[in-house]
């Protein structure tokens, strides 16, 4: 391996070797039980809606490209998230999101792609269909996998997926509707174990 | 604006470290920095990475991100994470004279 030259600016690629190589015998405050190893994230996703499904997906990809070790915990209607049956079916609703105006609504109206949807309108029959296809739309317009695919994704970047238990057991699934690239189904318990000194993110 | 040398090569780079002109980067200067970022002799399978990255990002001015590799270089990403283990995206775009990608996935 050469060597770098003096006053040579080298980019961080140490990932989870630098952060190995912290030294711990200096540090006097212990974090994560005495935890020591590489950087880890851990990310409890919990809800199956379209556009909540993103911010795991996303994060958890982006950290496994930074050479961070990755767990993700599906629980509760997360578990939508890794079930074949339905995460190519993940809908996005506008009921409950005051956050809904639309970016196009400007070319009609300058001022109006900042005007909040009224709520009644999400309740009319066929809109979350129509939210669902829009929001598919832009997600795929970035270039952005779909759900299924953003899985094989994060399989391929080393993520470790896992099931809750007592949701897999309260929704009644079957192993074999997982996507093959969940490890297993873990309780409680186990996920303390495999938290351990990883920064948490609960979405 | 810094510079980094190495040998007889002398080029730009920001403050992190990265390329700022892709044009002062050259195959014999790449071999240089890999055995630097400890990746050691570089494969064909190495270059076919590098190359696309490099002949994406004159197509298109950005540099690709993973997934970019995956859907238009039709790459492997688990063995683009074998040959450029930790950071690949970064360490490619290092390793081609490019800015590190900027896109999320």
């Known amino acids: 391996m050469r060597t770098v030259p003096e006053g040579f600016i080298l980019p961080s690629f140490g990932g989870a070797s630098a952060a190995a190589s912290v030294d711990v015998a200096t540090q006097t405050m212990p974090s994560g039980g005495g935890y020591s190893g590489p950087r880890k994230l851990v990310l409890i996703c919990s809800k199956g809606n379209l556009d909540m499904a993103y911010p795991g997906l996303i994060l958890g990809n982006a950290a496994a490209g930074e050479g961070i070790e990755v767990h993700m915990f599906f629980t509760f209607w997360g578990l939508d998230i890794v079930n074949k049956k339905t995460n190519g079916k993940l809908q996005f609703t506008m009921v409950g999101n005051t956050a809904m105006h639309m970016a196009d609504l400007g070319n009609l109206h300058p001022g109006l792609e900042h005007w909040s949807m009224p709520q009644w309108m999400g309740r009319i029959p066929g809109m979350t269909k129509i939210a669902t296809n829009m929001m598919h739309k832009q997600i795929a317009d970035l270039g952005v996998p779909t759900v299924p695919e953003f899985l094989d994704l994060l399989d391929a970047a080393g993520v470790k997926m896992w099931a809750c238990r007592m949701s897999f057991d309260m929704m009644k699934m079957i192993e074999a509707d997982l996507h093959p690239a969940v490890q297993g189904v873990i309780s409680a318990t186990d996920f303390m174990e495999l938290s351990e000194g990883a920064q948490t993110l609960f979405i | ?105």
């Open chain 2, 1 to 105: 604006m810094p510079s980094n040398t190495i040998a007889e090569y002398t080029f730009a780079v920001n403050e992190e470290g990265f390329f700022t002109n892709r044009e002062e980067w050259s195959e014999p200067l790449a071999e240089m920095l890999a055995s630097m970022v400890g990746i050691g002799e570089l494969t064909d399978a190495h270059w076919a990475a590098l190359r696309f990255m490099r002949d994406d990002q004159a197509k298109t001015g950005v540099t690709p991100t993973l997934r970019r590799m995956q859907t238009q270089g039709k790459f492997d990403v688990k063995q683009l994470f074998t040959l450029f283990p930790g950071k690949p995206a970064k360490m490619m775009s290092y390793l081609a004279g490019l800015p590190k990608p900027v896109g999320c996935v």
